[in-house]
């Protein structure tokens, strides 16, 4: 299936762990950002890549880390993990940075941090 | 920043009705798309629509930019149409979509 695939879907850990996520897609797209959906559903990107360039990096903390190791793919590293992290990523791809194509999503990962 | 507003809020439908929603936004934007957010959390790319009409089977959309709105129109609403519905806007022109509140819809049998 093409698609946008993001691993694990629940990620349950302790504060202070360090955790990854991981994106794929196989649209052949361009660009992979992250999006955060805090517990009030709003949704918030958070960085975005074209072509493994940074070109977005909204105001994040530093212990989030995207790593692009090619263009279909963009994992998200956090370090020291706090309560205020818990949320849904969502990672998603569209086929160039011009903002002229539209945005798909994967299913999300739900973090707990306890 | 951008705003974005999205009205209403909520919105409880009888299976079979029709319902419009709307997006305001406060400063011109070159992108704009619709998504459904199921009930099992999955975000739905519905439609890119920056400016104009278009339609999908039951759904259709129109943006007027210059008025800053555009509006969301599902005709004979279906439980399973059941989620959130988020406009959002971007005017980088670098995909950064900026997202609206989103506007509840519960379509009961």
């Known amino acids: 299936d093409t698609a946008v695939s993001q691993t694990p879907k629940y990620l349950v850990t302790q504060m202070g762990n360090d955790k990854s996520i991981k994106c794929e897609q196989n649209?052949?797209?361009?660009?992979m950002y992250w999006y955060k959906q805090d517990s009030k559903k709003f949704l918030k990107i958070m960085f975005s890549?074209?072509?493994?360039?940074?070109?977005i990096n909204e105001t994040v903390p530093n212990r989030f880390s995207p790593k692009s190791p090619d263009k279909a793919h963009l994992n998200l590293h956090i370090n020291s993990l706090e309560l205020g992290d818990s949320a849904v990523y969502f990672c998603?791809?569209?086929?160039?940075?011009?903002?002229?194509?539209?945005?798909?999503f994967g299913n999300g990962t739900r973090l707990t941090v306890t | 920043g951008i705003q974005v507003e999205q009205s209403p809020p909520d919105l409880i439908l009888q299976e079979g009705a029709n319902s419009t929603l709307r997006c305001n936004f406060s400063d011109s934007v070159n992108n704009l798309q619709w998504f459904h957010q199921n009930p099992w959390g999955q975000l739905i790319n519905l439609f890119y629509?920056?400016?104009g009409t278009k339609q999908n089977g039951r759904l259709s959309a129109t943006t007027v930019a210059t008025e800053r709105y555009s509006l969301l129109y599902i005709s004979s609403s279906q439980t399973t149409d059941s989620g959130v519905y988020f406009c959002a806007v971007d005017r980088t022109g670098a995909n950064n979509l900026f997202f609206g509140t989103g506007t509840r819809l519960t379509v009961i049998p």
């Open positions: 998603a791809s569209s086929q160039d940075t011009g903002g002229r194509s539209p945005l798909h």
């Open positions: 629509i920056p400016s």
């Open positions: 649209l052949g797209h361009d660009t």
């Open positions: 890549y074209n072509n493994k360039e940074l070109i």
